[in-house]
């Protein structure tokens, strides 16, 4: 079962071995998935999946996520269909999902989908055997950035154990953050939750933090002292059209940007997360310093997508590692 | 005294179900939910019946009517705990309390706008969380009992 956040699976599809969500992922599968992502670092380009084709549909548009998919599968020899613009498709003419997901059946191998409905890629893997990768459905999941995520976080400190990880600005809808904090559960983290009072960690997660006896944090402040501890900085964009009060976005709009000044006190192996795009939280200054990693991070979504795409075709680590194919 | 009037109201049903320890406040909304408005057979409907489980309960007497599976859970989702007695040839050949199933198919409507079974022809999916919350197999949010609406 891949999906084991929803455990009980649909009658159609035991073997489907599509990537829906990972927050229920245990270690093993995730150490599993860090060690494919870190071979495809050291060898990105490859011819393993010659023959294969990889469709992206984009029912609803994201630039970023998109090209790391299709680089991904470029890289490893694949062919790449799909659309980005619902305009152009069938689905604006009013074809249902279900029908989109079983005419691309026919032509590919994998699908990888983003859609602005909830659950939507849970109902497209229930409805077809082609394996789904889950781009995004909505503010539900995002299961490729939070391996990218992880990965990063691995990479730079060198286990997920035991960390001090500080989330910073709009933790109440940041799907990312919270798909983080979910995957991080088994690894003892001590999350610093830093927001204004309006956009602070929604109580369905504390609670979730509570019953993992994960430890938290919580506080308004966000200062050179406050950060000292941090081995994790997860900063995300607090945006205007979030906010109701908008006395309230003015008065903290500028109380959650990381300067560079704000750095003398950190840790040495502390480093900047970002999911990308920034609007102004990270001020450029932030970019020279030792510790910004949000443009690196962001290549590593390249290797955990290579590693994703793999995985669902049932290409195992001991292939990766016995692949012939390194270009 | 009680268990006597309610022996005569089942004894004189011949064939068909009784709905028994129905919350008062939700006795209208189960007679509309089996749309007993337009049903031709015999009827009963009793309210603020006195109850030793319950202090004041409804009662549904309805003759020629037997219940499937997915009417049974429509009851469960309504009002969980409801006593339901089939009765045949003036006997009771089934008598259970209706509980609440572990999955709900194609009973409660997600109301969440966004999700995705509010915006194609398919089956909702429910798993009980707890006895008063469901949660949306597909979206994943959860809904209290009391404010659900049925598909
Ligand atoms: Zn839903």
């Keep these: ?327 | 005294m009680e268990q006597n009037k309610e022996n005569m109201m089942v004894a004189a049903l011949e064939n068909g179900s009784v709905i028994d320890h129905i919350p008062t406040d939700k006795l209208f909304t189960v007679a509309q939910l089996l749309q007993l408005r337009d049903c031709k057979e015999e009827v009963v409907i009793a309210n603020n019946l006195k109850s030793n489980v319950m202090n004041k309960k409804g009662l549904l007497k309805i003759s020629g009517k037997f219940f499937n599976e997915e009417e049974i859970s429509q009851l469960a989702v309504i009002c969980p705990n409801i006593r339901l007695t089939v009765i045949k040839d003036y006997k009771v050949v089934e008598k259970r309390e209706v509980l609440l199933p572990d999955t709900l198919t194609n009973i409660v409507k997600c109301a969440n706008p966004v999700c995705i079974t509010n915006n194609e022809p398919m089956k909702t999916v429910f798993y009980r969380k707890d006895k008063d919350t469901l949660k949306c197999r597909y979206c994943g949010k959860e809904q209290k009992l009391k404010d659900i609406k049925l598909k």
Excluded: W
Excluded at chain 1, 79 to 86: K, M, N, Q, S
Excluded at chain 1, 189 to 199: N, S
């Design chain 1, 1 to 327: 079962m891949i999906f084991d956040i929803y455990s009980i699976s649909s009658d159609i599809n035991m073997e489907n071995r599509s990537i829906v969500s990972i927050a229920d992922y245990g270690k093993e599968k995730i150490q599993y998935l860090l060690d494919m992502a870190t071979e495809f670092e050291a060898h990105p380009n490859r011819q393993i999946l010659k023959g294969k084709v990889v469709a992206t549909l984009f029912f609803e548009p994201s630039t970023r996520t998109r090209l790391s998919f299709e680089t991904a599968a470029n890289r490893l020899g694949a062919r790449v269909i799909g659309f980005t613009d619902p305009k152009v498709t069938s689905s604006s003419k009013g074809e249902t999902l279900k029908d989109t997901i079983k005419m691309v059946s026919n032509y590919a191998d994998v699908i990888v989908m983003r859609h602005k409905l909830e659950g939507a890629a849970l109902y497209a893997s229930e409805v077809t055997n082609v394996p789904i990768i889950n781009a995004g459905d909505g503010s539900n999941l995002h299961p490729s950035q939070t391996m990218l995520d992880l990965y990063s976080i691995y990479k730079t400190q060198g286990t997920l154990e035991n960390l001090n990880i500080y989330m910073v600005g709009d933790l109440k809808y940041g799907r990312t953050v919270h798909s983080l904090l979910m995957s991080m559960r088994k690894y003892n983290p001590t999350f610093h939750f830093i927001a204004p009072k309006e956009l602070e960690m929604p109580e369905e997660y504390k609670l979730y933090c509570q019953q993992n006896n994960i430890k938290y944090i919580e506080q308004q402040d966000f200062t050179e002292d406050t950060i000292a501890d941090a081995d994790i900085l997860y900063m995300t964009r607090v945006q205007r059209e979030r906010f109701t009060d908008l006395m309230e976005y003015e008065r903290v709009k500028d109380a959650y940007i990381l300067r560079a000044d704000m750095l003398g006190k950190c840790k040495d192996n502390m480093k900047i997360l970002h999911p990308l795009p920034r609007v102004n939280e990270i001020e450029y200054d932030v970019d020279d310093s030792k510790h910004a990693y949000y443009f690196e991070q962001a290549r590593n979504g390249l290797y955990a997508r290579e590693a994703l795409i793999c995985d669902v075709l049932g290409i195992t680590l001991d292939d990766i590692k016995n692949d012939t194919s390194i270009i």
